[in-house]
Nanobody, 112 residues
Framework: QALLTESGGGFAQPGGSLMVSCSGSGFTFRRYPVTWYRQPPGKERELVARIGAWSFSKTYADSVKGRFTISRDDTRDTVYLQMNNLKPDDTGVYFC?????WGQGTQVTVSS
């Protein structure tokens, strides 16, 4: 059974850092691009960052460029999203997506 599992997230003050992780199992995770989305409170889900298979490409939403870094460790079937210089607008539920699969989401809250 294919499964994506997010972990990490939590609470941070503005300017702080957090990291979220997405682990894949039950399919050949390393062969596929992985995308992080977030859903702010009361808003629609939006793309945050995407990493291609074998890390050949990385793309970011303009709102997170220079602050967030996406990476993957294919030995662990895991994709990471390092989030620095966090802002209150980064608050939301963060989801990872790969192939036809979605994780359950992990909450990130940025507040003073």
């Amino acid at each position: 059974q294919a499964l994506l599992t997010e972990s990490g997230g939590g609470f941070a003050q503005p300017g702080g850092s957090l990291m979220v992780s997405c682990s894949g199992s039950g399919f050949t995770f390393r062969r596929y691009p992985v995308t992080w989305y977030r859903q702010p409170p009361g808003k629609e889900r939006e793309l945050v960052a995407r990493i291609g298979a074998w890390s050949f490409s990385k793309t970011y939403a303009d709102s997170v460029k220079g602050r967030f870094t996406i990476s993957r460790d294919d030995t662990r079937d895991t994709v990471y999203l390092q989030m620095n210089n966090l802002k209150p607008d980064d608050t939301g539920v963060y989801f990872c997506h790969c192939e036809d699969y979605w994780g359950q989401g992990t909450q990130v809250t940025v507040s003073s």
